[in-house]
């Protein structure tokens, strides 16, 4: 058994002394006589021990109530927390070009967010250790998810993105700033913004490059990556009859513009025009942002104070009624 507050003990040393204190000053009398010669003859009386008793019951109550305050504890167990001191947040375009399906994956071809979904899946698994958040924009920027550990929160929540959830169109720097905004008060070695985006910014309350400045103002790094095939991009579209046929569409990455907003933060542009491409740039994003991991271990204990303060009260509840009843004194 250990002790949260072992310095209260020390208040047990007051004990004796008080009682010392206590049994010099005496007990005023139940009886005053002007004499006692009279009490002379009686010689057989024995000394009662009844108030030895009740005062026992009084120490031992305090003693009680003081292991209480020390807070008696019994160790449980430890658990181990692991932090890198990495966080990061996945800034992803939930825009209608996502839609485009110029990805194979297992040999089948997938939209843009799919493809992105899975290999963010790797990604996060990958970094068991990190604080991962996630934020999704289109015309208007979303938190998704806060930075966490729990990972499989942020996976549960992965899965449930699509297209169509919010508006249309492209708002690079609301998702940059509002990634920004989630990572800014956070205390860590490395602050991280991963912006995945397949498009122009075609609408913004808040420039990308204004959104660029503020992440180095506040020392967050941004990886862009311009999601799709060049020139021009399958879009599916359903006929009449149910059917599936493919449209090629143009694609418009403004890559200069994520350049820029990478080079201005310190962190890298890349284009991930295929499958393996996609995979490649995650693998190198996490081997730059690696950081030694510090394990903290937080003890678990069972609390025995409300035990001990019980038996105080009970201790101290019998010498009360003892006194007004059975131990009565006349006054």
């Not at 009662?48 to 020390?70: D, P």
């Not at 309350?205 to 506040?218: D, K, N, Q, R, V």
């Not at 021009?232 to 890559?255: C, L, N």
Request: charged content about 25%.
């Amino acid at each position: 058994m250990k002790f949260a507050n072992p310095w209260m003990l020390l208040l047990i040393l007051l004990i004796p002394l008080i009682a010392l204190l206590r049994g010099k000053s005496g007990q005023k009398a139940a009886f005053l006589y002007s004499s006692v010669s009279i009490l002379k003859g009686i010689t057989n009386v024995s000394r009662s021990r009844r108030g030895e008793f009740i005062n026992f019951l009084r120490w031992l109550a305090i003693l009680m109530f003081i292991l209480g305050l020390a807070r008696p504890r019994i160790p449980e167990g430890q658990t181990k927390f692991t932090a890198s001191g990495v966080d990061i947040m996945i800034a992803l375009d939930l825009s209608n070009s996502m839609l485009a399906e110029d990805f194979y994956l297992n040999n089948k071809r997938v939209n843009r967010l799919e493809i992105a979904k899975d290999v963010l899946k790797k990604f996060i698994k990958k970094r068991p250790n990190d604080r991962l958040g996630m934020v999704v924009f289109a015309r208007h920027a979303y938190l998704a998810v806060p930075m966490t550990l729990n990972h499989e929160f942020l996976l549960q929540n992965l899965d449930r993105l699509d297209i169509g959830v919010i508006e249309n169109d492209t708002a690079i720097g609301d998702g940059l700033a509002t990634s920004i905004n989630r990572l800014k008060d956070l205390e860590a070695k490395s602050r991280i913004v991963i912006l995945i985006t397949d498009g122009d910014e075609t609408v913004n309350e808040i420039p990308p490059l204004t959104s660029a400045e503020i992440a180095e103002s506040f020392g967050v790094k941004v990886y862009t990556i311009g999601v799709g095939t060049r020139g021009k991009a399958p879009f599916p579209q359903r006929s009449p009859f149910g059917g599936i046929s493919y449209v090629p569409m143009d694609v418009s990455i403004d890559e200069d513009l994520l350049q820029k907003i990478a080079l201005k933060t310190g962190g890298k542009y890349y284009r991930a025009d295929n499958t393996e491409k996609f995979i490649e740039i995650y693998n190198e994003i996490d081997a730059l942002e690696k950081s030694e991991s510090e394990v903290k271990l937080y003890s678990q204990y069972q609390e025995l104070f409300f035990y001990f303060v019980a038996c105080g009260l009970v201790f101290l509840s019998l010498e009360i009624i003892l006194t007004h009843t059975v131990f009565r004194t006349i006054p």
